[in-house]
């Protein structure tokens, strides 16, 4: 007979294991079979805690979502901003994020608790119950999607070793190098960028109301 799963080990120690290959290995490497190596434990003992890769990724996305929906603020466009940041922060401190709160449906508690804040806020802003709900979704999908190309562009400025050019020819894209100061493409926009375009997506979003 098989030892069972040792009791020093948690479902939170499974948890913060899954993220550190997440952030050291991509979002490929995260399996089962590597968590359980990476804790001293058999595959069969960690399902145990987990019966499936499927919910082992989805308790990832709840502790990597955790808190992000909790905002004091009373004001409803300053609470979308803190939502927005505090999702933007978190994706941007964890390496691979983005692929894991791509990689299924954001069914679980602290997903709800996200968009439910976001409705709660635009239902504020006067927007009926449908409305609210699709605003909500184009916010997070609006930070989801900004957060990737930000760590796109911080993934090819460490790896870029592009050459000078021998010459220089007219540029083909003029508009696009004379904004290059605001950093965009380069994923260092920062805050200032994001409640930029926040703001345009939210003014639009309550136009409607």
Sequence with gaps: MKPGPRRSISQADIVDA??????????????????????????????TYFPSKGALQAAMIEQLLAG??????PDWRERI?????????????????????????????????????LIVAFAEAGLGDDDAA???????AHVVGTAALDAAAAAAAEEDATPEPLWTDPSRHPRLE?????????????????R??????????????
């Design 18 to 47: 899954a993220f550190e290959i997440l952030e050291e290995k991509g979002f490929a490497a995260v399996s089962v079979r590597a968590v359980a190596a990476a804790l001293g434990l058999t595959p069969t003992a960690l399902y």
């Design 81 to 117: 901003h803190a939502i927005a940041g505090a999702l933007r922060g978190r994706i941007a401190a964890h390496a691979g994020s983005v692929a894991l709160l791509t990689s299924g449906p954001l069914d679980g508690e602290r997903s709800k608790d996200l968009a439910e804040a």
């Design 68 to 73: 992000v929906a909790e905002t004091a603020a």
């Design 134 to 140: 699709r605003a909500g979704h184009a916010v997070r």
């Design 196 to 209: 930029w375009a926040l703001d345009r997506l939210i003014d639009g979003l309550v136009a409607r109301a």
């Design 178 to 194: 004379a904004s290059a100061h605001l950093g965009l493409d380069r994923g260092d926009g920062g805050d200032l960028a994001l």
